[in-house]
Structure formats: C-alpha cells, structure tokens
C-alpha cells in the first residue's frame, strides 16, 4: 500500500482563526486557536527530563516510545502538554532541567480511541499540536484518526478529527469530554490515470489529485457556556489529463453541532463536506 501523507501547510492553516484572551479588558477580542510548538529534541530542552518527567505521579516512560511533548507560551513564560504511552494528555511546568510539575492529568483510558494500523490497541493519543477554545476558560484537542487506503498506482490518506474537552475540573477523559465527533480534518487522493506509454509521453498530469483541510472560526454565545464553532471545508482539485493551473479550489461553510450523547455518532459530521470524493471507503 502507498501511503499519501498530509501535505505539511495543512497544519498551519487549520490554527487560523481567532484567540481567546480570558485576563484581558478587550472582552471582544476575536477567538482563535492557539497553535502548540512540538519539542523535537527532548535532550536538548532537559537532560535529565526520563527523572523528571516520567517518575510523576501517572505519567509513564518506557524505552521504545518518547513522549511528544508541545510547547504553549504563556504571558509568565512556558507551559507543556506531553502525551505520554499509558493514554494520557498532562500539562506540565518545568522549574527547571530535570524539575516538572503536573498542572494537569487527563487519561484516555476510557476513551474510545482509533485502533492502530495494524488493530492493536494504540498506545498513544494522537492529537494535532493545537488547542480550541471550547467555552469559558475550557479547552479541546483535536484526536486524530487516520486512515490509509492503497490503489493500483495511487492511495489516499483521511484524518478525521474528534474534538475533545480538556476539563481541568476533570482526570477521566470519556465520550462525554467530545464535544464534535467524525469531523473531516485533512486529507489526500491520488489515483492513477495514465495506463499506456503513450499517455504517460502526451498526457499533462497523469494522475486524479485531490487535497482538502479544515479551517475553523470560533465566537462566542451569549447564551451558552460554550462558543460557537463554524467549519470550512477547504478543497483543492486537479484532475488528469489537465495542467496544474486547470486545478480547481472549492470552499464549503457550516455551523458544527455539539455531538448528542443520547444519539451516538453517525457518519461524517458535516455530511456535505466533500472529502476527497466521500471520504474513506469503509468507515
């Protein structure tokens, strides 16, 4: 199977919206989500971080698998949110090299993650390094499920989102934290289109190529406790036989709408967004 991976500017584009700014006198501030800075090299940061990271209370390390670590600035300075293997998102401070304190602990134990690859039980949660503001003082994650699909000279990667409330209130993360479900997040399709040699010499683009991501606008409700969450559905089509500037670009809008819990999630949420031609086969 090929694997088509998730072009890189998708992940820059799918933080641009507005920030939220609890502490500040401008209560009008757009809101907007606050991209995290993932830590590449532990070592670096902290020598000592195996002793003072993973010998917290409900954290855990082991020797094959590193923990990803995303950097937040702050207006006092640096905040941390390291996923760790035992299912765990925590916010951590570091005092100093090898001096980290637990902020915050959330466990996905009981969450309903993806499968791996291979259908084994993940290890990890898989978010993108992003936080949304959900409502007063309360934060979501993107979990992410990817799913990999492999054509006759092609395939396609989906990665479909569930947002998720980290509660500071809470430690036990359960379907009740998600408060968007099966969102179209990104994706990629490439689907050969040349079969002789004639047409791979004649042909201009010798393959369908489709590519799409999700941009999200935040605002507040005076009515609720949580914010508004607006989705656009970004869709770049080239089709073969055609020259790249014969591609085609297309923009969808809905409102999202909270999961209902006594419902259970159904589908795509929204069902009209494209999704590189419906998404994958099977889900």
């Known amino acids: ?46 020598p000592n971080w195996i002793m003072g990271m993973c010998n917290l209370p409900g954290l855990e390390c082991n020797k094959v698998e590193e923990p990803k670590l995303y950097e937040r600035k702050t207006e006092t300075g640096s905040e ?28 996905f ?3 309903p993650l993806p499968a791996s690859e291979d259908g084994s039980e993940v290890r990890m949660v898989d978010i993108h390094p992003a ?12 979990v992410l499920n990817r799913i990999r699909e492999g054509y006759s000279g092609g395939g396609a990667e989906f990665v479909i989102a569930d947002f998720v409330t980290l509660d500071p209130e809470m430690t036990e993360v359960t379907e009740d ?16 289109a040349c079969f002789t040699e004639k047409e791979q010499k004649t042909s201009p683009h010798c393959q369908d190529e489709t590519s799409g991501y999700l941009t999200l606008k935040f605002e507040l409700n005076p009515a609720s406790h949580f914010h508004d969450w607006t989705a656009t559905w970004n869709e770049t089509s080239w089709p073969a036989g055609v020259p ?15 999961i ?3 419902v259970g999630p159904k589908g795509f949420m929204p069902k009209s967004f494209a999704f590189c031609e ?5 889900f």
């Open 131 to 142: 936080l949304y503001p959900t409502g007063s003082g309360l934060w979501a994650v993107a």
């Open 278 to 282: 419906g998404g994958p086969v099977d």
């Open 260 to 262: 209902k819990h006594d």
């Open 177 to 192: 934290q998600r408060r968007y479900n099966n969102v179209p997040f990104s994706c990629t399709k490439t689907v050969r």
């Open 1 to 46: 199977m090929k694997t088509i991976s998730v072009l890189k500017h998708l992940s820059l584009a799918l933080v641009a919206s507005a920030l939220l700014n609890a502490g500040s006198t401008q209560a009008q501030s757009p809101l907007q989500a606050v991209r995290l800075r993932e830590i590449k090299d532990l070592d670096k940061l902290d």
């Open 109 to 111: 134990e009981k969450y």
């Open 80 to 107: 941390y949110y390291a996923v760790m293997v035992n299912r765990t998102i925590s916010r951590l401070a570091m005092k100093a090299p090898g001096q980290w304190q637990v902020l915050n602990r959330w466990s």
């Open 244 to 258: 790249k500037s014969a591609q085609k670009k297309t923009q969808q809008t809905e409102r999202l709408e909270p």
